[in-house]
């Protein structure tokens, strides 16, 4: 059973940056798609950013293209999130997601994801 844990979230002020970790176990990240959601109070949850480590592949919402980088170490089974210029309408709760898909070499932030991280509180407000 795959279990993710997610870091790295906090408080900054509008144009800071930060880098989320989710850390997973019980399996290798090989063969999976890993992805980044978020969920603001009162708002729908929202893919962010995905990525296959294995393929290179990587999809991103529009809201942060240019901000956000999403990257993975498979030797660490872990995946980071690079944020810059982080702006207000970023804040919510991050979740870190994985599907096993060793048939795609693409990902997608619209696909069904089944293993969840608990979240980390990404807040930003000057």
């Known amino acids: 059973q795959l279990r993710l844990v997610e870091s790295g979230g906090g408080l900054v002020q509008p144009g800071a940056s930060l880098r989320l970790s989710c850390v997973a176990s019980?399996?290798?990240?090989?063969?999976?798609?890993i992805a980044w959601f978020r969920q603001a109070p009162g708002k729908e949850r929202e893919g962010v950013s995905c990525t296959v480590i294995s393929g290179r592949s990587t999809d991103y919402a529009d809201s942060v293209k240019g901000r956000f980088t999403i990257s993975g170490h498979n030797t660490q089974n872990t995946v980071y999130l690079q944020m810059n210029n982080l702006q207000p309408e970023d804040t919510g709760v991050y979740f870190c997601?994985?599907?096993?898909?060793?048939?795609?070499?693409?990902?997608?932030?619209?696909?069904?994801?089944?293993?969840w991280g608990q979240g980390t509180q990404v807040t930003v407000s000057s």
């Open positions: 997601a994985a599907v096993r898909n060793p048939r795609s070499p693409s990902c997608s932030i619209r696909s069904r994801y089944d293993y």
């Open positions: 019980g399996s290798t990240l090989h063969f999976h798609h």
